[in-house]
């Protein structure tokens, strides 16, 4: 070996790298430059600090929340925040804090649930669109371009009208905005990745166009794919809360913020705590995802670690 070859980096026989290790995205995690990369972006620990925040919350609802999220209590109806209800509660005296917490479980899981479909869906059809090309690839692409020349919230909540008032069809009505994206991102890398020795290679030795997807198509991907995952969450968490905000998401009695600020915008003026903590729940939650994406981006960008 060279001596300054890269000793991670897989080689055949001639000294060049693995085709399968370079179509994997290369060798083993530089930890080392990940820890950099985050201790010299404050805002990407912010990130890290906020999502870490949410996903125990999810995770310990049963434990942390005080009082069952749909406990009624007429005699506290609308109560200011105290010690015995941190947030205040409802106009039917249910608890604030532990409904906030218990719809963390609905709104980020919803989050995650839209970008899983859409990120899935699109990524294979992306790349198995840049494969093929020809007349099959001009199809796909002027499908996604019609879908993409609609604003995505008013092509959101027209899908989720049709579909009806629910927290399922909202939810795979935003999904369903948010595949052209990945369809984009994949196809960009099947369009570079065709034409390398090692593909035209495996499409010598039989392989499928499927095989060739999950095999390398898919692994290079990944990385673009990854930041632009854990930037969508975000975003469909604001969608689906403003979904549900109009009534076309989640339904009475669902703890999830978007129809917790929905019902609170009547007693505003004068009771603020029953719309601005759901609020700030889904403020601070997509603030977290999104400077955690930037620092991903930084992060798994090769042209800024080739600096």
Known sequence: MA???????????????DPETEAAGGGLVDWAYVLHQLRSSPLTIVGLSLITLVLFTMAAAPWIAPYDPNRIDLTSRLAPPSLKHWMGTDQIGRDLFSRIIWGSRVSVSIGFAIVGISMLIGTVTGAFSGLVGGRTDSIIMRFMDVLLSFPSFVMAMALAAALGPDLINAMLAIAVVRIPFYVRLARGQALSLRERPYVKAAVTFGATRMQ???????????????????????????????????????????AEWGAMVSAGRDYLLDQWWYATFPGLAILLTAVGFNLLGDGLRDILDPKLRAR
């Open 3 to 17: 001596p300054d070859a890269n000793p991670h980096q897989a080689t055949v026989a001639d000294g060049t790298p």
């Open 212 to 254: 060739i997807v999950r095999r390398h198509v898919v692994p290079n991907a990944m990385a673009p794919i990854i930041v632009q995952s854990t930037l969508d969450i975000g975003s469909a968490i604001l969608t689906a809360a403003a979904l549900s905000f109009i009534g076309l998401g989640a339904q009475p009695p669902t």
